[in-house]
């Protein structure tokens, strides 16, 4: 058992998520594919066993729910020992799409940016319930299944951590530059700084102060999150030196996160991921891809 390598892919039931399984798997690691819907999971791994490959299992996994995480843990334990890879790829939008096809035919694709946020009305909505959702899925449920996994990750002789990431992520969408410093300063940073930061933006966000306080003004919980999971990525790859963990954006991909207006496909999408996921010893901790390419977490231009 020692000698067999076993994988962690949360959010896993479809998408890139999905792809990152089928693709590890064909690498010959063992793979737990994680959802929150029991019967969406079963079907995909049902999926992956009748194309032929038989290295995949299912188990729940709800990431916002410490339970559901503990249970997953003491499965692990029982059924693996340890843990070798853990992907983070869980997440949601915080955005709802008014009308997708005047979405998509006003070419606004590349044009959710803050300077266009006033053309955006009737296309694209932020409800507070669903930004406050987003954040306790991207960020706090990441970081609760990271940490609940951490102990069975050191076991590994080869330990690493995928964050899904995003272009959103990148702190040029900040308008606050002492924030962005703030975030960016990893030597003083702190979880608990995170957290203040993410809790006061959440305020502001329910009272509609984002303008005035120079928070993102388009996909404003998506891209705090992400820029929070960044910090924390490169805060945990301090922390445990003996793991390589790193952040990975996917690129602009066809999945319902996007509601099927990506520009790449789910296999190039996985690239990133596949690539940080195995890493030789020697590689790169608290790093940022774009893809596949290694890139700045502050950037004075980020193209999505």
Known sequence: MDNIRCAVVTG?????GFEICRQLALE?????????NESRGVEAVNKLNASGISNVIFHQLDITDSKSVQNLVKFIESRFKKLDILV???AESGI???DINKFKEGGALMQV?????DNLTGLIEEPYDLGERCL???YYGTKRVTDALIPLLQLSKSPRVVNISSAYGDLHWFHNEELKHELHDIENLTEERIDEVIQCFLRDFKVAKLRENRWPLTCSAYKVSKAALNAYTRLMARKYQNILI??????????DMTSQTGILTVEEGAQGSIMAALLPDDGPSGAYFDKTKLAPFASAERPI
């Open 113 to 117: 940016t803050d300077d266009n946020v």
């Open 28 to 36: 010959g690691i063992e793979i737990i594919l994680t959802a929150r």
């Open 96 to 98: 709802v799409y008014v």
């Open 88 to 90: 983070n790829n869980a």
């Open 136 to 138: 306790n899925i991207n």
């Open 246 to 255: 790193n952040a990975v954006h996917p690129g602009y991909v066809v999945t």
């Open 12 to 16: 896993a039931n479809k998408g890139i």
